[in-house]
């Protein structure tokens, strides 16, 4: 590719030079002034014949001017957000309505059983142990590992027995995992330390003696955050030994971009490896027998044609959940002694309706369906039959099921957009379901409606929408309005519970989520719908949905906001560029936002699967033709909060770092175009409780202030 530079429009870059922004002045350090005197350079390529400007390429680089323009943009930002009225009355509900005990479903190893439990406020939740006695304790509380809650419990796996505790450390966000270990009876951590993990569990062995994991090597690049991630490895720990001396189990060093991921069966009798490639839903499978130390690593399958997810095996006979031949999913078994597809046996055949998950408990396939994007569970016997549809309290959101293939019951969870998080208990014996932890809440879920609906997209696609608000709303066409959405990687938007959630809509606020094309709702086929060149379709949707919360009288266009993170970031940057006028604020949080260089970072390469590559000359002119960094034109732009974090190595910083540098110089309206960098933070996993409800109230702040409309001084009780 050609190269030249040249200098960027306008340098509203440096903190040297006096910014003004929203109507504030800003004046910069006399340190930041002396950076000013080397003018930063953008670039010019030549791709595919096509000339492409970079304006802000510099800001990809770790420099003294990069660093000087972040500080700047987030005094900036933060001037800007304390200067909104009401704050924190925001932050006071939201707290308010934050402060309640949260249990997940509990997970029984041995004697023991584990479960983690937030007293209300708690940065990180503190996962707990209780023996056969009813005594419970603490097992690990990350809320020790750091002083601003920052370092987080970033995985747990448990030995068989429940006597050691593996588990993951993350600082400020970042993928970059290190596992540790911790005697459960003594809470004595052990002097083994596993460095250089991101993306992988850690195992147990049938023994407890050690674990199966995946890493990668040291990045000898010297930026954490931003190096490329290749050649992924298989290991195998034995307690007590320095990770240098780890075993290991497999690697493909001819397929760089190869992933795996390990697990054990049940019995302790195999070790399971699936490899992914990028984020493709679709999957190659091996394994290797546990019970001969000799045996070879077995390639049962080894093209990449569809998702297989190992489900249990009866010895030889492996069941898989699988979407070969079936969007929707079904349920195989596959003879690793005959393992041509000819012998293959299909269990449970695909429905209209799209498999969530599947667990084998009590000799039985317990299976959750996707109904509409609400939840739904069934039980199956090991040959296919159907033995009962599970009553469930309600419509939302099922996870789990959670149990094992030895127990007679099970665990799950329900929630909706208005309900937190419940846990049952299934009992096989009654075939009858009871509440296990229900969580006492600061509002009354009644006082609050959830409704779906089904619009059509621009090209006649019908697609279903999650509308909620408090009961007594006025169709009026006045209430402000928060389009929450992703639309990709097969992630399914199913109903979530938030309390930042209530207190929006204790603001009058409605809140809405469409279930867009890209994502999983609707199976396989729904994904494909919206993956590369097929992009535009999930915009689509997403504009469609905001033209129908106006055509039905939700909201208009001066009270409407659109926000999405991650991918649901790129969403937002469509938004920005395709349809300024439909929108009063947009908030793209870590978003994906250069769709010719996202490839060229940590693990962005892995996303080509999803997006395509700016490489490929078939793929990069519908790349180019939605980037939404490339698409940015003098105009007028509604108020734009951009938002990320200086640890995220996940989608890095500088895709919202060079989006928003150039949103704010090509903006020709008085909309404010605003930085939100959070420092000590990454893509979301982690974020303490604090930082958390702080973000959704500047959120809340700033669409209201976009909107034109004042925060009362209180909210909600």
């Excluded at 932050?91 to 479903?105: G, M, P, S, Y």
């Excluded at 083994?192 to 000898?220: C, H, M, Q, T």
Aim: proline share 4%; hydrophobic share 35%.
């Amino acid at each position: 590719m050609a190269l030249k530079t040249i200098l960027s429009k306008q340098t509203l870059l440096l903190a040297g030079l006096g910014l003004t922004l929203m109507g504030c002045q800003y004046h910069a350090s006399e340190t930041a002034a002396a950076q000013a005197a080397v003018q930063p350079q953008g670039v010019v390529e030549t791709i595919h014949g096509v000339e492409v400007a970079d304006p802000y390429r510099y800001l990809e680089e770790e420099s003294d001017a990069t660093h000087a323009w972040v500080k700047q943009q987030q005094l900036a930002g933060h001037d800007f957000l304390a200067q909104l009225e009401n704050k924190q009355a925001i932050v006071d509900r939201i707290t308010e309505l934050w402060n309640f005990e949260k249990v997940t479903a509990p997970t029984e190893r041995g004697d023991n059983t584990f479960y983690y439990r937030n007293d209300g406020l708690q940065a990180q939740s503190v996962l707990y142990v209780k023996n056969k006695a009813g005594e419970e304790k603490v097992a690990l509380d990350p809320n020790s590992f750091s002083t601003d809650g920052t370092v987080a419990l970033s995985g747990v796996s448990v030995s068989g027995d429940g006597k050691i505790i593996a588990y993951g450390v993350s600082k400020s966000g970042s993928d970059w995992q290190q596992w540790q270990f911790v005697d459960v009876a003594s809470g004595a951590k052990l002097g083994d330390e596993l460095k250089w993990i991101k993306f992988s569990r850690a195992e147990w062995s049938k023994d407890n003696k050690g674990v199966y994991y995946a890493r990668y090597d040291a990045p000898e690049g010297g930026n954490l955050l931003a190096d490329v991630n290749f050649n992924q490895k298989v290991y195998y720990h034995q307690l007590g030994t320095d990770q240098s001396q780890d075993k290991l189990i497999y690697e493909r060093p001819q397929n760089k971009d190869w992933g795996f991921g390990a697990e054990v069966s049940e019995e302790g009798d195999y070790l399971l490896i699936s490899i992914s490639q990028g984020t493709d839903s679709r999957n190659r499978f091996f394994y290797k027998s546990l019970t001969d130390a000799n045996a070879p690593v077995v390639e049962l399958i080894s093209e990449l044609e569809a998702e297989y997810s190992f489900l249990g095996n009866d010895k030889s006979v492996f069941y898989f959940k699988t979407d070969l031949d079936a969007p929707n999913g079904k349920i195989v078994a596959v003879d690793v002694n005959r393992p041509a597809k000819e012998y293959w046996k299909t269990v449970i055949p695909e429905s209209s309706d799209p498999i969530a998950s599947v667990a084998i408990i009590n000799d039985h396939l317990v299976v959750s369906y996707l109904h509409d994007v609400l939840g739904k569970l069934t039980i199956f016997s090991m040959d296919g039959v159907k033995r009962q549809d599970v009553d469930l309290p309600g419509k939302g959101k099922i996870a789990g099921p959670f149990g094992k293939r030895s127990k007679d019951y099970f665990y799950y969870t329900f929630n909706s957009y208005v309900q937190p998080q419940t846990t049952y208990k299934f009992d096989f014996k009654t075939g009858q379901s009871s509440l296990y932890a229900k969580p006492k809440i600061a509002f009354n879920p009644d006082n609050y409606v959830s409704e779906q609906v089904f619009y059509t997209s621009k090209d006649g696609t019908r697609v279903p929408m999650m509308i909620s608000y408090k009961k007594g709303l006025t169709l009026n066409g006045e209430n402000p309005t928060l389009l929450y959405a992703y639309g990709g990687f097969s992630i399914s938007l199913t109903p979530r519970f938030s309390p930042a959630n209530i207190a929006w809509m204790d603001m009058g606020g409605v809140y809405a989520v469409p279930n867009l094309r890209g994502g999983a709702e609707y199976g396989e086929s729904w994904h494909q719908a919206g993956m590369f060149d097929k992009k535009q379709n999930v915009f689509d949707d997403y504009f469609a949905a905001a033209e129908y919360l106006i055509d039905n009288k939700y909201t208009n266009r001066s009270k409407l906001g659109a926000y999405g993170r991650s991918n649901g970031g790129l969403l937002m940057g469509a938004a920005v560029t395709q349809r300024p006028d439909l929108f009063a604020a947009i908030l793209p949080a870590v978003g994906v936002l250069d769709m010719l260089r996202f490839h060229k970072f940590t693990i962005g390469w892995a996303w080509t699967s999803e997006y395509g590559s700016a490489d490929n000359a078939e793929q990069f002119p519908a790349l180019l033709a939605y980037s939404p960094y490339h698409n940015i034109a003098e105009r007028d732009y509604p108020a734009t909060m951009v938002m990320t974090a200086d640890h995220d190595d996940r989608v890095v910083p500088l895709h919202s770092f060079k989006f928003g540098a150039l949103l704010q110089d090509r903006q020709t309206g008085d909309a404010p175009i605003i930085m939100r960098i959070e420092s000590k933070a990454g893509h979301g996993a982690g974020k303490p409780t604090a930082m958390k409800i702080d973000e959704f109230a500047d959120i809340y702040s700033f669409l209201m202030h976009s909107f034109g409309l004042a925060v009362p001084s209180k909210i909600g009780g």
